[in-house]
């Protein structure tokens, strides 16, 4: 097992909605990253999702290089050769693509995995988000069906954001208003002209107060059951059980509750960031301050080597950040569900 394949990663997402269970997609920035994502999901012995934003992007092509199309092929190209070695498969996705990087990142990167499927190559991503939130729903529709196309011709499914999910991504800052929760209407308009998979299969992400970022109990007002009343009026329109297959973004600092509701309404991907980053730096922070004059040359002494090593502390990032995807696979039902 390994990065998932086109099939197999429809298994993943059908496996997942018919068992009621979901999927964490973790953001990766680095190789180090990759890796403790993986170890995390072979942990617990789950299948799962690693996703590219366009700052990741950028950052992982080199920070001075800033080409997040370079970076993310990168963060996939290793990703696909480490992923062999752990008994898990791993889906590889890229995160919010706003209008204004739609030319520079997510357009370059579905021509080259259309060129790659052309010549008899498999996809290079398995899936990549359009983040229409900032352009009115008509216009955010009419982009995310010419992309539903480019992402046929890819090998690729679509993500699609309804509603805007609050706080930062990539310089992007929601105001937090009435477009945090989506409404019937919304998911009656997407399918209307999105269709039911028959133009290609795409994923939602609904939202329902979401917000990037942790914040202290009681500043954000998740109504993860907004997504049962979508559900249902689409279902009575259309005619087919729980017609979305949803994504639940800001996923850091949720409650098992509000996880566990929004996953019964046919949430099957849900986004973790800040809590991860955190779970990475926190042992760092901890090793630095145990071994500060090993880390560093203090007083004219020489420090401690095996304390400043980068691996010495790196494998202690990477196994924090893998026992936070644990946790997470634990909640979203996705442990020991493998295809
Ligand atoms: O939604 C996310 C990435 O798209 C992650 O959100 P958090 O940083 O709040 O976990
Ligand atoms: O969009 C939210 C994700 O957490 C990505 O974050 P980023 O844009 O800072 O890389
Ligand atoms: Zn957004
Ligand atoms: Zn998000």
Redesign the pocket.
Known sequence: MAIATTESYAAMLDAAKAGGYAFP?I?ITSSSSVTAAIQGFAEAESDGII?V?VGGGQYASGSTIKDAVVGSLALAAYARVVAEKYGVTIALHT??CHKVYLDEWLKPLLKLEAESIASGKGPIFNSHMWDGSSVPMDENLLIAEELLEMSQAADTILEIEIGV?G?E?DGHSAEVNDKLYSTPEDGIKTIEKLGLGEKGRYLTAMTFG?????YKPGAVKLRPEILGDIQSAAAEKFGKDKPFDLVF?????STAEEIATAVSHGVIKM???????YAYTRPVVDHMMKNYDGVLKVDGEWGNKKTYDPRAWGKLAEAGMAARVVEACQQLGSAGKKI
């Open positions: 997609a953001n996703q934003s995160d919010h999910v706080g991504e979401n917000v990037h970022g942790a973004h800001g996923g850091s600092g986004n973790i960031d800040t809590d991860t980053q």
